[in-house]
């Protein structure tokens, strides 16, 4: 703030200068002025003798004459020297006059010096502002960290949410950073690293600000990326820089976001950039092999790959603790709404518990993004509070897309969609362990979603049964299967719901070993993101024969057709009830999924 504040104050010195420049020019112009005569007229001045006195240079003559309003004031004037021979008209007219050598110094002085001058001086000045916002090329070695005081960080652990076990290890940290004889008593030392790994999202970023609120030490955040330059060698020399200011000023925190682009497992590829990033990271695990734990220089570090990182960095001595921000369960969803919930100065009667439960698998990042968006949709449509409504909407927006009220879907398209999204809500309905149906709408969304079904989980499920998983493949299938019961023939709308089916039923065979064929055997070796959801390599081939493959293939395929027969099966025992569903969907556009278990149970009690 202060360096931008003095380059504009130098720029208005700058201005004010020209302006100085400029107006004594013309006052100097003014007071000195000599007057400019033609030739012809200081020659007819020379015969009525009104020329006192000139000097003669190669160019030019210049003197004075009598004043024509007083003889007895003289007035400079200056002339062109045309005639070489003017000494002889001067004699005859008994002028005094001399011969002067011109001085061109001056002119020089204006005409070169000056303009040269002005142009170093831009040039220094927009030098000096660039360096200021890129460093020049003897300071490529200086580390680009920034380093923050606990009165510029305004986070502490009371805006972290969900996240309790993580938050109970850094505690500990900055307690031994406060008071590290307590620890040093017991012959305790401090651990050298910390790497925080989690999905993105899940607040570990926002952690290491919560760390820098509440330290009171210097902390020193920068970027993985950050360390990579186009010279070779410039990464190491930021290492070694920054360990060394951390070390000045212990008791310290680095923090490093996005590790894994500095940290990547060395030795694959061996060209180009991959030799700079390896000599970085071997400087960055000398650096942390060279400290005195002690000290107080605390490492900290942000990865949502730690399936990538070398291992060198993991053992213990490197990052002795790692530190896993996962997903919020129900509980920790429930905390970090109530921390966004604070902000909204309008709001109505929320259920935080239901809300919660309408949001599994969000982390913080997506639970801040819904609470915002729902306030936003409060105020597009002139409500005087933020409503439970408000709320919904915003969670479909958040899974499905921006609803499309003005595509324009002809009546036969309209219908397809109506059945098929029928066809996954009762399937779902109909089937032991699947999700509960909430609502089912023929409302476009997003990009390419002609309609959805939102199943809403009663609670977090970590572990999936063999019956939960064919049933979720069933409830995915039911929407092809009302298509050809109802309409003889499928369409493309199945696409999405054919991909998810198919990589659940080949997770069933290769990874789950749920297949009587393929034996309890696991058969992808290839490494999988631990925390991201990649969606690449649905084919890939592990380490097993040509034969097994055939064998994986046709236990994909048989799992998938059999669930398909069951979802024909059960629309088929339900068809009047899809057939009176779909007039009121295609007439509402949207029904609750109570209305659906309502009509089961009404043809239930009928039959």
Wanted: hydrophobic residues 40%; proline residues 4%; aromatic residues 8%.
């Amino acid at each position: 703030m202060n360096m931008e504040q003095h380059h504009k104050v130098s720029i208005w010195y700058f201005i004010i200068g020209v302006w100085v420049v400029l107006i004594l020019q013309n006052y100097l112009a003014s007071t000195y002025a000599i007057k400019t005569i033609p030739y012809s007229q200081f020659v007819q001045k020379l015969k009525q003798g009104d020329i006192v006195e000139i000097s003669i240079t190669e160019r030019q003559i210049q003197g004075s004459m009598k004043s024509e309003t007083a003889s007895d004031q003289k007035t400079p004037f200056r002339t062109v020297r045309v005639d070489p021979d003017t000494s002889e008209l001067l004699d005859k007219y008994q002028v005094k006059y001399s011969a002067t050598i011109e001085s061109t110094f001056f002119r020089d002085l204006f005409s070169w010096i000056v303009p040269v001058l002005l142009f170093v001086g831009v040039w220094f000045f927009l030098m000096k502002r660039l360096s200021a916002q890129q460093p020049g090329f003897m300071s490529l070695g200086k580390n680009k960290a920034k380093v923050h005081k606990q009165e510029d960080v305004d986070v502490s652990f009371e805006d972290v949410a969900g996240v309790d076990e993580a938050v109970a290890e850094l505690v500990e940290v900055i307690d031994f950073l406060k008071n590290p004889d307590k620890y040093l008593e017991f012959g305790a030392s401090l651990p050298k690293g910390l790497l925080l790994v989690g999905p993105p999202g899940t607040g570990k970023t926002l952690l290491a600000q919560a760390v820098a609120g509440e330290s009171h030490v210097p902390f020193y955040s920068i970027s993985g990326s950050e360390f990579v330059e186009l010279f070779v060698g410039m990464g190491a020399a930021r290492v070694r820089d920054l360990f060394e200011q951390a070390k000045a000023n212990a008791p310290c925190i680095i923090f490093i976001d996005e590790m894994d682009a500095l940290g990547k497992a060395r030795g694959f590829g061996g060209v180009g950039g991959h030799d700079e990033r390896e000599q970085t990271l071997n400087q960055l695990l000398v650096e942390m092999d060279g400290f005195d734990p002690n000290v107080g220089v605390v490492l900290m570090a942000a990865t949502n790959r730690p399936e990538v990182l070398d291992p060198a960095l993991l053992r213990p001595g490197r990052f002795d603790r790692q530190v896993l921000v996962d997903r919020p369960d129900k509980q920790g969803r429930i905390a970090i709404l109530q921390v966004h919930l604070k902000k909204i100065q309008k709001l109505g009667d929320i259920d935080v518990e239901e809300l919660a439960n309408m949001t599994p698998g969000m982390v913080g990042a997506d639970l801040a993004s819904l609470v915002n968006e729902a306030t936003l949709l409060a105020v597009r449509n002139r409500k005087k509070i933020v409503e439970k409504e408000n709320f919904e909407e915003a969670v479909e927006r958040i899974i499905a897309g921006l609803e499309k009220k003005n595509r324009l879907i002809n009546p036969k398209e309209r219908k397809i969609v109506a059945y098929h999204e029928l066809g996954h809500a009762l399937v779902a309905l109909s089937l032991p362990g699947t999700d509960p149906v909430k609502k089912i709408t023929i409302v476009p969304r997003g990009i390419a979603a002609l309609g959805y079904t939102l199943q809403v989980p009663i609670e977090d499920r970590f572990l999936m049964t063999k019956t939960e998983l064919l049933g979720k493949i069933s409830s995915l299938l039911g929407g092809r299967a009302a298509e050809e019961m109802i309409f003889k023939d499928i369409s493309t709308g199945a696409h999405n719901d054919l991909a998810k089916a198919t990589d659940i039923a080949r997770s069933m065979v290769t990874e789950y070993g749920m297949s009587k064929k393929a034996g309890q055997v696991y058969y992808k070796s290839e490494p999988q993101a631990m925390f991201l959801q990649q969606g690449l390599n649905r084919n890939a081939r592990g380490e097993y024969s040509d034969e097994t493959a055939r064998i994986i293939d046709q236990e994909v395929r048989n799992i998938i057709d059999d669930q398909y027969t069951i979802a024909l099966k059960l629309l088929d025992e339900k068809k009047d009830i899809l057939e009176e569903a779909a007039v009121e969907l295609l007439e509402k556009e949207k029904i609750d999924g109570s209305y659906l278990e309502e009509l089961i149970r009404q043809k239930e009690t009928e039959g």
